[in-house]
């Protein structure tokens, strides 16, 4: 089974290495994994997505996760109301005559086309995981020359409001 796990880590030298060798020793494949800072310039957000075999397993990773000097906050985020995006660079073969094809192909997915070459286009897309799924199927015909995907980013909606999260606002 897929899930989703953040884990929120201190911004230092060697953490990145450590989460994976750990995940690595235990046999976790991860599937894909983002890391980049938060709005706090020490702190970075990591997006795993793993496959393990039971629910047991994903509660060992956590806990395992839990155990690292540098991790602040672990959460499976499979289940919760989330917002995931991706982003791929797709490199397709193309001569003149079907560029204006792939265009028009391109569009309603809200592609952009970054570069174009002599027998080739390079085309970038962000969105949910079915959705760059389906504009790679469709550019498949054409030929793939070269193809890079960053994984998927998340983290859940909204945010529930507590009682100490209530802010007072003077009128």
């Known amino acids: 089974m897929k899930r989703i796990i953040t884990a929120t880590v201190n911004n ?3 953490v990145l290495n ?3 060798g750990m995940l690595a020793r235990r046999n976790y494949n991860i599937e894909s994994i983002t890391v980049g800072h938060t709005e706090n310039p020490t702190i970075s957000r990591m997006t795993f997505v793993i496959i393990v075999d039971n629910k047991r397993s994903i509660e060992q990773v956590i806990k395992q996760l839990n155990k690292q000097v ?3 906050k672990v959460s499976d985020i499979t289940d919760e109301s989330i917002v995931s995006r991706e982003l791929a660079l797709i490199k397709v073969f193309a001569n003149a005559q079907q560029r ?3 265009a028009a192909l391109i569009n ?3 592609g952009s086309i ?3 070459g002599k027998e080739s286009i390079t085309v970038e897309i962000t969105g949910d995981q079915q959705k760059v799924e389906a504009l790679i199927d469709l550019l498949h015909p054409y030929g793939i020359k070269e193809l890079a995907r960053t994984g998927i980013t998340a ?3 909204g945010h529930k409001i507590t ?3 209530q802010r007072v606002v003077f009128i």
């Open 100 to 102: 204006g094809e792939l």
């Open 114 to 116: 970054l570069d174009v």
């Open 155 to 157: 983290f859940k909606r």
């Open 70 to 72: 540098d991790v602040l």
């Open 108 to 110: 309603p997915f809200r």
């Open 12 to 14: 230092i030298s060697g």
């Open 18 to 20: 450590r989460v994976t």
């Open 163 to 165: 009682n100490t999260d």
